[in-house]
């Protein structure tokens, strides 16, 4: 399978299937998915199917009605490495109730997320983790972010005082 096709399949089974999902993933204990903070040492991180099952089901969600959200990820682009896979995606989520606590109002939230991949030598995903950028999601629910470009050539660190 061409990186291109694994990203796509990753990203369609993640929105549609829970168990075709799975079955990209190497034996339990023997994969690993780190997607949420690192606040409980207990929850952090996904290592079986059956919490695969109870982390990732809302992704599959297709009633806009429930508060849930209907999720889509948009492969935008992938990088091959040695065993490895970065996927970049568009994210936007309609039907949702409230993100963290925030009423969404019925507006249809957006953003940009990465996955990096680790395959084992089946092909099978040993490691997954996830970071969906946030804070664009906080600004379109009137959260007064400041994004500074810090990176920025003269950026003045001094401006956000």
Do not use: C
Not at 20 to 42: C, G, N, P
Not at 110 to 131: A, C, M, R
Request: aromatic residues 10%; negative net charge; charged residues 20%.
């Amino acid at each position: 399978m061409t990186i291109s096709e694994t990203a796509s399949t990753w990203a369609k089974t993640l929105l549609n299937d829970t168990d075709a999902h799975a079955d990209l993933y190497a034996a339990d204990e023997d994969f690993s998915i780190e997607a949420r903070m690192v606040d409980d040492h207990l929850t952090d991180t996904v290592t079986d199917r059956a919490d695969l099952a109870a982390q990732l089901a809302f992704w599959t969600n297709k009633d806009e009605s429930n508060g849930l959200g209907v999720h889509t990820l948009t492969v935008t682009e992938t990088f091959a490495g040695n065993g490895h896979e970065m996927i970049h995606w568009d994210y936007e989520v309609t039907g949702l109730d409230t993100f963290h606590g925030l009423p969404v109002n019925g507006q249809t939230l957006s953003s940009k997320g990465s996955t990096f991949l680790q395959f084992d030598p089946n092909g099978k995903i040993v490691l997954e983790s996830t970071v969906l950028n946030q804070i664009p999601i906080y600004q379109q629910l009137g959260v007064a972010l400041i994004t500074p470009h810090y990176w920025e050539e003269g950026f003045d660190p001094a401006s956000l005082g």
